[in-house]
């Protein structure tokens, strides 16, 4: 699983002008689910969106998390963070498959409404053509991307 987390002043999603969602401070997290990608891989995920210190307190730099400060954050469902370029042409053949993947996404999105505060999690439309709106901060941008199985045995273990 892939997570594109940006520091944002605002974000918001829209489908044919309709406003779907809408944050203001916070994280718009841009999220890739891959075909052999399992909940150990959404529990990584929401852990490390929850716990990264990309805000300032008191002038000094990464100090508090989105959740130490309450703030909200809109997730993306972005099957195109899977991709491999075929000569010039992207090929999505490893994101995986649209019913699965969006359980896997619903998943992921119930555990960081249960890990968090479930009314500061907003979402997309999942495989509809959005437009996102990113007023980002900084720019703060971190990619995240969950461990083998081996490796995740490695994290747990340390």
Same mark, same amino acid.
């Given at each position: 699983?892939?997570?594109?987390?940006?520091?944002?002043?605002?974000?918001?999603?829209?489908?044919?002008?309709?406003?779907?969602?809408? #944050?203001?401070?916070?994280?718009?997290?841009?999220?890739?689910?891959?075909?052999?990608?399992?909940?150990?891989?959404?529990?990584?995920?929401?852990?490390?969106?929850?716990?990264?210190?990309?805000?300032?307190?008191?002038?000094?730099?990464?100090?508090?998390?989105?959740?130490?400060?309450?703030?909200?954050?809109?997730?993306?469902?972005?099957?195109?963070?899977?991709?491999?370029?075929?000569?010039?042409?992207?090929?999505?053949?490893?994101?995986?498959?649209?019913?699965?993947?969006?359980?896997?996404?619903?998943?992921?999105?119930?555990?960081?409404?249960?890990?968090?505060?479930?009314?500061?999690?907003?979402?997309?439309?999942?495989?509809?053509?959005?437009?996102?709106? #990113?007023?980002?901060?900084?720019?703060?941008? #971190?990619?995240?991307?969950?461990?083998?199985?081996?490796?995740?045995?490695?994290?747990?273990?340390?």
């Amino acid at each position: 699983m892939r997570a594109v987390i940006q520091r944002v002043r605002a974000a918001k999603v829209t489908v044919l002008d309709e406003l779907i969602s809408s #944050i203001g401070p916070g994280l718009c997290v841009l999220v890739g689910i891959k075909s052999s990608d399992t909940t150990t891989d959404v529990e990584y995920l929401v852990r490390k969106i929850l716990a990264l210190r990309l805000f300032e307190e008191e002038g000094k730099r990464w100090q508090k998390s989105v959740k130490d400060l309450q703030l909200d954050i809109l997730c993306v469902s972005q099957f195109t963070l899977y991709h491999r370029l075929k000569g010039n042409k992207p090929d999505f053949s490893a994101a995986m498959k649209g019913d699965e993947a969006n359980q896997l996404y619903n998943h992921f999105l119930d555990r960081l409404r249960q890990s968090y505060d479930a009314t500061k999690i907003k979402d997309g439309k999942f495989g509809a053509y959005m437009q996102v709106h #990113i007023e980002n901060d900084g720019p703060v941008t #971190i990619e995240l991307e969950s461990p083998l199985p081996k490796q995740i045995e490695e994290c747990v273990d340390k």
